[in-house]
Structures are given as structure tokens and as C-alpha cells.
Nanobody, 125 residues
Framework: QVQLVESGGGLVQPGGSLRLSCAAS????????IGWFRQAPGKEREGVLC????????YYADSVKGRFAFSRDNAKNTVYLQMNSLKAEDTAVYYC??????????????????WGQGTQVTVSS
């Protein structure tokens, strides 16, 4: 079965850290461009960190630069989003996505072949 499964969300205090995981089955993540998106209540889904499949360049939304980082474990076919210095405005449902196309930046939603189910991140004291 081809799918992306996310985990690692939860409740964290401002200034804290979380690491989200996105595990793939049925296909090899290393061959795909990866996007991490989030959607807060009443807002559109936004791309926060996106990795191209070809040159491996990374796009960061201005709001997360210096705080969020990407990593991968090819042996586990899993990618990660490390989130540090979390703020209340980071509260959202976070999604990972994989696209077979290439190019810098986050793509339109319909350009991603696979999406995870989403995981809730809540930053609150």
C-alpha cells in the first residue's frame, strides 16, 4: 500500500521543540521532492519547508527560517521536520507530501503525488 504516515505531533510549550516524522511505504522517498505544509484553523495550507528531489535545495518559509530543519533516514524511508523555538503561531495541522516532479520551492497541492494524514501541533502554555 502506497502511503505516507506522519507522527510526532502534540502539545508543547512556547520555546519548546518537536520532531515530526513522515514514513513512506510502497515507494522510495529519496526519489521524490518533499514538502512540509501546515494549516491553521481558518487559514490556507502553507508550505513551510520544501526539498527538491534533484539538487536537494531547501526552501524555508520566512516564518520558520532558523527554527525548522529537515532530515532524512533513507534506511527507514522516513523524513523528519525538526521544529525548535516553537511559537504559538506555529500551531497547526502539519502535513508531509511527496512529489515526483522536480524544482525549487513548494509546489501547488495538486502537484504532490502523496500526502500524509496530518498531525496536530499545538504550542501553548
Amino acid at each position: 500500500q502506497v502511503q505516507l504516515v506522519e507522527s510526532g505531533g502534540g502539545l508543547v510549550q512556547p520555546g519548546g521543540s518537536l520532531r515530526l516524522s513522515c514514513a513512506a511505504s510502497g515507494f522510495t522517498l529519496d526519489y521524490y521532492a518533499i514538502g512540509w505544509f501546515r494549516q491553521a484553523p481558518g487559514k490556507e495550507r502553507e508550505g513551510v519547508l520544501c526539498i527538491s528531489s534533484s539538487e536537494g535545495s531547501t526552501y524555508y518559509a520566512d516564518s520558520v527560517k532558523g527554527r525548522f530543519a529537515f532530515s532524512r533516514d533513507n534506511a527507514k524511508n522516513t523524513v523528519y521536520l525538526q521544529m525548535n523555538s516553537l511559537k504559538a503561531e506555529d500551531t497547526a495541522v502539519y502535513y508531509c507530501a511527496a512529489a515526483s516532479r522536480s524544482g525549487y520551492g513548494c509546489y501547488n497541492r495538486w502537484e504532490y503525488d502523496y500526502w500524509g494524514q496530518g498531525t496536530q501541533v499545538t504550542v501553548s502554555s
